[in-house]
């Protein structure tokens, strides 16, 4: 910890002038990803450490290709770029896995405060008492409310303001839009928790039944169509060797190959990214 501390320090020297200027989208995302460290420290170290990387690969390419400088160039530069784009694909990948978090503990969480709730406690005192409890970052997002109000002396309806503007999660921001204004006006928070935390739990069983069913299509697809494809194309070309017939310029045994080590695997890839892409951000 003490050498990454350091490193940061030794990158931070490189990028000081970044935060003479206002950089408020930059802000957003490290405050969103819960990552301390200001702009000019993230885009200095994201620099600075992409450097060192394109460096390092471009020592390691000219040993290993004695001194080819198309594969040299290109190596280092794709070695810069990836090191490069990793640091924002970071943070945008914390962000996502916060707002997925977030929804999926929602309608626990308003259960919870309608409890609360009905035991006659106030909202601010709720909301201080989901801080503590555990749920997730959603007790994270509330702490900050609460350090707000309780450290730096705000008033609630301006700490949830705070929140409101920075929260990853649109469907947490308009029930913390909800919670500022049942505070600010003292009256319907009861009544309020009851009607969301039974729509909230509505629609969640009806996301997780339409996920099910999405899933068991994708299911069917890839037996029936990736799987038994690539079986009867392997059998096709084991009959076709059988029997001797002729394949082209291809020898049955290297069309098997490709196929077996090749375009099965391949497929398989694709069907996981898109199975990636498609739930990567399901609330379930």
Not at 122 to 130: A, E, G, L, T
Not at 209 to 238: Q, T
């Amino acid at each position: 910890m003490k050498f990454t501390e350091r490193y940061k320090v030794f990158c931070y020297h490189f990028g000081r002038y970044i935060d003479e200027t206002s950089r408020d989208d930059v802000a957003k995302m490290l405050y969103q990803s819960d990552t301390e460290m200001t702009p000019g420290m993230f885009v200095s170290l994201a620099g600075i450490t992409a450097l060192i990387a394109g460096a390092v690969m471009f020592v390691s390419s000219a040993i290993l290709f004695q001194g080819d400088m198309v594969y040299v160039t290109a190596l280092s530069i794709l070695a810069f770029g990836l090191t490069l784009g990793g640091f924002p694909f970071v943070l945008y990948n914390k962000i996502s896995a916060k707002k997925m978090n977030i929804e999926q503990e929602l309608p626990y969480m308003l259960g919870y405060m309608l409890v609360l709730a009905s035991a006659g406690t106030s909202p601010i005192d709720v909301v201080r008492r989901i801080s503590i409890e555990d749920y997730g970052h959603i007790s994270k997002e509330f702490g900050k409310v609460i350090y707000r109000v309780d450290i730096l002396g705000e008033d609630a309806v301006t700490a949830m303001g705070d929140l409101i503007q920075n929260t990853p999660s649109d469907m947490f921001r308009a029930i913390c839009i909800d919670l500022a204004n049942i505070i600010h006006t003292g009256s319907g928070f009861r009544d309020y928790l009851e009607v969301k935390s039974r729509d909230l739990m509505t629609m969640r069983r009806l996301i997780q039944k339409e996920f099910v069913d999405s899933l068991s299509v994708y299911g069917e697809g890839y037996l029936g169509g990736v799987v038994m494809s690539v079986v009867l194309a392997v059998l096709g070309i084991v009959v076709c060797g059988a029997l001797g017939i002729d394949m082209g310029i291809f020898e049955p045994r290297d069309l098997f190959n490709v196929f077996v080590y090749f375009v099965l695997p391949f497929v398989n890839i694709i069907f996981l990214a898109m199975l990636s892409m498609k739930y990567s951000r399901s609330p379930v």
